[in-house]
């Protein structure tokens, strides 16, 4: 039997996430609805951030020390939260100096419900890996300016069809 590769593993656990949100949206506002697979730009944004800074983790050496399931679980937690303004590049090292999903925020309570219920008869250690994965975050590339020069080329080639 094969190990998983950390893409498996994500893409296990966006699965989940996302039938967290739906369960746990569907009857209450809309306020923790982001999800991965959505047939929207917003979600491709999502996506596409989340993979980018993962394919940059996947190079650095310091990667092995960790849990996969525990990169990904990270890495789900600092593109979810960024999303929902939580904490933005500048300010997350400080945001996470403190980092406890036991803690009253309701971000975090929501993210330590989810990570209850993807593992659980697991406990996953999250706040090493969540540090790691900031420096990384920090520094990877906004995937939103490739969006706008990718979107203007297939205009482009639309544009060129139609005539």
């Known amino acids: 039997m094969n190990v998983p590769t950390i893409e498996v593993i994500l893409y296990h656990y966006l699965l989940k996430w996302d039938e967290f949100v739906d369960g746990s949206c569907a009857n209450s506002t809309a306020k923790y609805r982001v999800k991965f697979y959505e047939e929207n730009l917003e979600a491709y944004r999502r996506f596409r951030r ?34 929902m303004r939580q904490f933005d590049r500048e300010n997350i090292t400080s945001e996470l100096e403190s980092f406890s999903l036991e803690q009253d925020r309701g971000f975090n309570r929501y993210y330590s419900v989810f990570t209850k219920w993807a593992l659980p008869s697991d406990k996953l250690e999250l706040e090493s890996s969540l540090k790691f994965l900031c420096k990384i975050f920090i520094l990877a590339p906004e995937p939103d300016s490739l969006d706008e020069s990718t979107t203007s080329q297939q205009n482009t080639k639309v544009s060129v069809f139609i005539y």
């Open 50 to 83: 989340l993979t980018t800074v993962l394919d940059i983790t996947k190079m650095h050496v310091d990667i092995l020390k960790f849990d996969p399931r525990a990169l990904v679980l990270s890495l789900i937690y600092i593109i979810v939260g960024n999303e």
